[in-house]
């Protein structure tokens, strides 16, 4: 088979539509891969399609394959085959570099539900949420409603089932939260605001959510605890491990009776749990009690235990050795973080702003000393000196203390001024600062997508981070004429359909707006082709009317009139007498002047006479409808010419009767 106008029809963030023609029935597969070297050398590449033949009738066969379980925005390479029943294998990979398209990204927020606070302490308060896709996890509080001046680190773990532990409350007191899911695309949900009131010192809430309704009953069985351990005790903290039988979050209370007083909990529904104990009190004995709580809400708790934390001497005699010299700095540093209650911070140099993007940054500096760093930042607009803490956001660094520092910070918003200050410390009571800096993102770059492909028309789409107006300019590139079309209003999601587009030809397309402040937001140039039409005309509404010339007795002027679906030529063949000899060796009418209602006048036919007619209109697009051949018997006399036209036009367009009212 012979395969022709390959054509990418659509294309969404998971999925894309990938359609060709062939002159013979035949199978269709499309093979794809993610890189153009692959796809041109078949390695690491899938194979999509059907064995069966598309059938149909005609000169031409259409195929039409899907591809599904794509990655959204990525490129993608691929070429298509075709094999007829006679085993015959046609492939077009488009002169040995493949076909492309880009996937389409995800612009769908999450949906936050179930929102629940399960575990509530003195001191400590665990949030747990849902969401319909994955997502990572951040709660913002306060203790006045309508301001969280307080948010916890991202957990970027994407999940649809979230836990984030709030610590270092105060007992008594009713904080305001709400949570916050980005999904990978960095669409991003706040729930509304939720509150809870912490428990007097000592006390443990623990609540179970029950659904409502005639429902199916949900899961009430409590997860079971094994395996409990405490390992790794040294003067200041321990590691308490434990397993539950189903995935669960886990935390400890521990204090130096059973009253306990601190929690510690994990942000992940897990099966094996080691959570580290911080600020044990040297040489003491120290009561703690584990649990877990499952998905549905059904808790588990142990029976309180004990350990007791060494004393200083006891530590470090374990570690005087060159092969845990780091493990002795740690233990030496507890104990002087336990004596010594002010220390100088480390001192914060070199602070660089680095790789700024549109929605990205990464800040770098060095210290005297090695530490741990994070970084605090602040939209400009959220940004508040009269503050204790001005900035709205801080993350850490991961790994160990070093001098030299790294943190990125992601899932900001383009063109946008931030501040942020990085932090060091050695101890997590004494943080050295820099002062307060600022950084803009860089504008999003417009990436217009087509959507919608069809032979005469299409529709772009693209979305700009601010409201802007929304115009596309497409140039032919083979007549080099220039349109403009679109629509001022100022939007975020922008749409524009082409119309009245020549098919199977290609366009190269520019979209822009403008926005509140008159400045101009566009994208690069991209090129797109047409869909070729493979569909004739539809011929309708076929007139014949006959007159004697004036003044004539031996020739007639016939009035040939019909209509078509789409603009194409007029044609009319004929020839005199029956039979089935050919007749086009008569012709009438138009080739080059398109119309959808078609007048062709004949003046050679003669009076008495039997005549063949066959009416023909092509498109633009080169395809052929004709009408099934007429047989006429012109008369002996008939109206004049002029009446017939009159009549004929009267009767098909009806704009006379309207000029004579």
């Not at 059907?50 to 059938?55: E, F, I, K, R």
């Not at 094999?83 to 046609?90: F, M, N, V």
Request: aromatic share 8%.
């Amino acid at each position: 088979p012979i395969i022709s106008d390959i054509t990418t029809e659509s294309v969404e963030d998971q999925s894309a539509t990938i359609i060709w023609n062939t002159n013979e029935n035949s199978d269709s597969y499309v093979v794809y891969a993610t890189t153009q070297s692959n796809c041109q050398n078949d390695t690491n590449t899938s194979e999509v399609g059907s064995a069966s033949l598309v059938g149909g009738s005609g000169s031409l066969y259409q195929h039409r394959v899907e591809l599904t379980g794509l990655n959204q925005k990525t490129n993608y390479y691929y070429y298509v085959k075709s094999t007829d029943s006679s085993s015959d294998t046609a492939t077009d990979k488009n002169s040995g570099a493949c076909y492309s398209f880009i996937t389409t990204y995800d612009t769908k927020a999450p949906v936050i539900s179930n929102i629940s606070t399960p575990v509530i302490t003195s001191s400590a308060i665990i949030v747990l949420w849902q969401t319909d896709e994955l997502a990572d996890s951040q709660v913002e509080y306060g203790t006045v409603s309508g301001s969280y001046p307080n948010t916890t680190i991202i957990d970027s773990t994407l999940s649809i089932s979230h836990a984030v532990s709030l610590s270092s409350l105060s007992a008594e007191t009713t904080y305001y939260f709400r949570v916050k899911s980005n999904d990978a695309q960095g669409n991003l949900t706040t729930s509304s605001e939720n509150s809870v009131t912490t428990t007097v010192s000592g006390q443990v809430v623990q609540i179970v959510y029950l659904g409502g309704g005639g429902g199916v009953i949900g899961d009430t069985t409590p997860p079971q605890i094994s395996n409990i351990n405490v390992s790794d005790i040294g003067a200041f903290e321990a590691v308490v491990s434990f397993n539950t039988n189903e995935a669960t979050i886990g935390y400890v209370l521990y204090g130096q009776d059973s009253n306990y007083g601190s929690t510690v909990a994990n942000s992940e529904f897990k099966t094996q749990h080691s959570i580290k104990l911080f600020g044990l009190k040297l040489g003491t004995e120290h009561h703690f009690q584990v649990k877990a709580n499952d998905k549905s809400g059904n808790f588990s708790k142990s029976a309180d235990q004990t350990f007791t934390t060494k004393f200083a001497a006891e530590a470090l005699e374990e570690l005087i050795t060159l092969e845990n010299a780091a493990q002795f700095q740690e233990q030496l540093e507890g104990i002087i973080e336990s004596v010594m209650p002010s220390l100088i911070p480390p001192f914060i140099s070199k602070v660089d702003i680095n790789e700024i993007t549109e929605d990205s940054v990464v800040i770098e500096w060095s210290t005297n000393v090695s530490s741990y760093g994070s970084v605090a930042y602040a939209l400009d607009a959220e940004y508040n000196t009269e503050q204790a803490n001005p900035y709205s956001i801080e993350i850490s660094q991961t790994g160990d203390k070093d001098r030299e520092h790294w943190v990125e910070l992601i899932s900001l918003f383009p063109g946008t001024l931030y501040h942020f200050q990085a932090k060091s410390f050695v101890f997590p009571g004494v943080i050295g600062k820099s002062k307060d800096l600022t950084f803009y993102t860089k504008m999003s770059v417009v990436k217009p997508e087509i959507v919608k492909l069809g032979n005469t028309q299409l529709e772009i789409r693209w979305i700009t981070d601010g409201e802007t107006s929304s115009f596309v300019e497409y140039k032919n590139l083979i007549t080099g004429k220039i349109n403009r079309t679109g629509d001022s209003e100022k939007v975020k999601t922008h749409s524009v359909s082409l119309e009245n587009l020549v098919p199977d030809n290609i366009y190269e397309l520019r979209v822009f707006g403008y926005d509140v402040k008159n400045n101009i937001i566009e994208g690069n140039p991209i090129t797109v082709r047409t869909k070729k039409d493979i569909v004739p005309p539809i011929i309708s509404s076929i007139k014949i009317n006959n007159a004697l010339l004036p003044g004539r007795t031996d020739r007639l002027q016939t009035v040939v009139s019909w209509r078509t679906n789409e603009p194409s030529n007029s044609l009319v063949y004929f020839k005199e007498g029956v039979g089935v000899e050919d007749i086009t060796v008569n012709k009438v009418g138009q080739d080059y002047e398109f119309t959808t209602d078609h007048i062709v006048i004949i003046t050679t036919l003669k009076p008495s006479k039997v005549y063949r007619i066959k009416i023909v209109s092509t498109d633009e697009s080169d395809n052929i409808a004709s009408s099934p051949i007429r047989t006429i018997l012109t008369p002996h006399s008939a109206e004049s010419v002029f009446d017939i036209i009159t009549r004929n036009l009267q009767e098909t367009f009806g704009f006379l009767k309207k000029l004579r009212q």
